[in-house]
């Protein structure tokens, strides 16, 4: 089987209270592959190591999920600062940190691990970062303040931070500090220089980190939001959220060389590895664009329940380039299915006491794990709800399985496997004619817990388990 190219996309819900989704299209034949659930308001997308593990913070969830990029499903949800609105890996060090801007701290994860190891307290809000090449130091953006914090990665706190309202030597800044509100900013190849979006005065500031203050101010368009570095070539990219063009700067000569137009509501940019592309979020939209001759390439479109998309990554298996909210990764999946994400009316937990006997006396119980919930085959019943159009009561069979670890008198460890099977009926939820009449394949999320103390005895174990339904999908086959 051959690898394929496949692009991963933050998608926030219409609903801003409701959790959104990460799309995965494969990007040669411009298919969507499916809609992974996770939590509310997704942003900046990483992964690690070489395309595995997908990282993807929840602004309104305050978490951070972890996907496995091969069975496209969250393995792992981690919680770290408020309003996470920026992510960064270093791959070496294999740690990530987020910045939680409205908690005021640096959240650093361990990424073999997948916790959270250490938090760095910062005021004045931190919302961008950039982190260089030998992962020493990390750069921080705030939006409060036009300040930059510099932290020590190896002891995890603040080295230094300073006001760009104090160096105007060589090019004054024209609005009080507070005003500036730096978004994002990206960090020269060789660490001498750090170039900063300042929305608010469309330009973009270019920091001297030597001098410790501005050498040159670059006007683009209005509103601009994300900058990206030519992994290659002295350019730079910046997307102009209010003017639908993206800028191209000249990183020798500190000013724009080009415009590339057309383009509604850029936000969210990032370039290919070798540089030849350049892939843009702009609206309801992914632009693929060639760099030599700025052309556009290709447009992919989100699915029709997703208004924006928010932001675009790269990686490649065994290379890497982390930036912000799509990832195109080389994977081994095939193509086979498109999945569409069905809203409904969550039922009520449902409470089930399961008995084990252990196959051997003076057992001790480790651990429980749940698996993937299934949907028995031929079990799906749908139904229409009187006076509400395309409403149904949906109900079918589910097994959710599971294995409980125990340890025997010798300390080894056993696997005793089982499942919870259960009936869930009259789910509230919104089909299509068009839909119901298609070959009906569903697949389900469920979240599961233990409520009860479990009941001692010397071969035996008893358990209450709650068990939640959190998303479905209908399946849908292609060619």
């Keep these: 089987m051959t690898h394929s190219l496949l692009a991963w996309v933050s998608m926030p819900a219409i609903d801003s209270s409701l959790p959104g989704d990460i799309a995965v299209y494969h990007m040669e034949s411009e298919k969507l592959l499916g809609m992974i659930p996770v939590g509310i308001g997704p942003g900046y997308l990483t992964c690690f190591p070489e395309g595995k593990k997908l990282y993807v ?21 981690i919680p770290v600062g408020k309003n996470p609105q920026a992510l960064v890996i270093d791959s070496a060090g294999a740690k990530g940190y987020v910045a939680g801007t409205e908690e005021q701290i640096i959240s650093v994860i361990d990424l073999h691990k997948d916790e959270v190891i250490n938090t760095i307290p910062l005021n004045l809000y931190p919302s961008g970062l950039a982190l260089s090449r ?33 160096y105007p030597k060589n090019s004054p800044l024209s609005s009080p500090d507070l005003a500036l509100s730096p978004v994002s900013l990206a960090l020269s190849p060789d660490a001498t220089l750090l170039y900063l979006i300042l929305s608010p005065e469309n330009r973009v500031s270019v920091i001297d980190l030597g001098l410790r203050r501005e050498i040159a101010s670059i006007p683009v368009g209005r509103n601009p939001q994300r900058i990206a570095l030519h992994p290659e070539r002295p350019l730079a990219y910046v997307t102009n959220h209010d003017s639908d063009s993206i800028s191209i700067i000249s990183t020798c ?3 724009v060389l080009a415009t590339i137009p057309s383009l509604s509501a850029p936000r969210e940019l990032t370039l290919t590895p070798e540089g030849s592309q350049l892939w843009v979020t702009n609206g309801c939209q992914l632009t693929l664009i060639d760099t030599e001759t700025k052309a556009i390439i290709s447009t992919l479109y989100a ?3 997703v208004q924006t998309r928010q932001g675009v990554a790269i990686s490649e298996s065994h290379r890497q380039l982390l930036l912000s909210e799509v990832l195109p990764c080389n994977t081994q999946r095939p193509y086979s299915f498109v999945t569409e994400k069905l809203y409904f009316k969550p039922p009520k937990p449902f409470d089930l006491t399961i008995h084990h006997q252990f196959p051997i006396p003076a057992a001790i119980a480790e651990g429980l794990i749940f698996e993937e919930a299934e949907v028995k085959h031929h079990s ?17 069979s589910l097994r959710i399985p599971y294995k409980i670890i125990y340890r025997d008198e010798q300390n080894q460890l056993h696997e005793l ?34 409520i009860g ?19 479905m999908q209908q399946i849908h086959p292609t060619e």
């Design 134 to 166: 030998d992962g020493k130091k990390l750069y921080v953006s705030h939006q409060a303040g036009c300040s930059i914090s510099i932290i020590d990665t190896e002891h995890h706190q603040a080295a230094d931070t300073f006001h760009l309202k104090d």
């Design 253 to 255: 000569e500190h000013q």
């Design 417 to 450: 496997k089982d499942a919870i099977h259960h009936v869930l009926s009259a789910v509230e939820t919104h089909l299509t004619p068009s839909r119901i009449k298609q070959n009906f394949n569903l697949r389900i999320f469920t979240q599961s817990e233990v």
């Design 453 to 471: 103390k479990s009941v001692p005895t010397p071969n035996s174990l008893d358990l209450i388990i709650r068990t939640q339904l959190v998303a």
């Design 380 to 396: 799906i019943s749908i139904l229409p709800i009187p006076l509400r159009p395309n409403y149904h009561h949906l109900t079918f």
């Design 303 to 305: 699915p029709l329940s």
């Design 57 to 77: 913070p929840n602004r309104g969830s305050a978490t951070l999920s972890v996907i496995d990029c091969d069975s496209f499903i969250v393995k792992r949800t």
